[in-house]
């Protein structure tokens, strides 16, 4: 039994294999799963308790789906409010447990795996890489979501960090050009297309190609943008100790290898 209360559940990606164990278990205890239909594939729903309500939440708005998730757990209810990726990430759910508090009603968030994590995975990548990057910015272009003036791309871009592109297909060409103007034009990107998800896509282009690849493959939502030096690594830089971690080098002492 799980006490009343809404737990916001991160679902990831969409792999169900990519779903916490807490996240499973929580599923498959829950009265309710209020979800992303647009975002949470079915298959993870297959999780759910056969008794249990589920509400999709795409067409409303959070005048709608909040009085939904105080009723049922002022009426005794175990809430799982269901969101794809992880909830720290672009999930809107700030305002949701900003009023739910409010409203007295005890919150539980359960973290998940983001896309970026996939797109690492997915090209057998390190993200931070000894001596060539070791800073991941998470971030997307500005658009009817307003970035801060001091997170510009252009901006963020001038670090040569792993940069993780979210929520941007829609201003690719804008973002092409900030990111041109800091990082070389043969830079090996990773464009990502609905990671997770049985129709996956990832393409490796340079650069210099992110826009034109975009158009060209028709990626207009659930796509990210993985730019990152440790793409162009080459196993030879490895080999000849360039870029090797101190973490396994026989030179490297620390407590437990003296």
Known sequence: MLKPGVYFVGAGPGDP???????????SLADVVVYADSLVPHQILEMMRP???????ASMT???????LIERVQAGQAVVRLQSGDPSLYSAIHEQISLLHQADIPVEVVPGISAFQLAAARLQAELTIPELVQTIILTRSSGRTKVPPQEE???????????CLY???????????????????????????????PDEKIVLVPLAEMAAT????????TTLYLISPALNAQPSSIESNRVRSHLYHPEHHHLFRP
């Open 17 to 27: 294999d990519l779903l916490t164990v807490k996240g499973q278990r929580l599923l």
């Open 51 to 57: 008794d249990g309500e589920l509400i999709p939440t």
């Open 62 to 68: 959070l005048e709608e789906i909040l009085p939904i």
């Open 153 to 163: 791309l252009a901006s963020l871009a001038a670090h040569r960090a792993s940069l």
């Open 167 to 197: 929520l941007s297909a829609h201003h690719v060409v804008k973002a092409e050009a900030q990111l041109l103007q800091h990082y070389p034009a043969d830079t090996t990107i990773a464009i990502c297309y609905r990671l997770g998800w």
């Open 214 to 221: 975009t158009r060209n493959e028709q990626l207009t939502r």
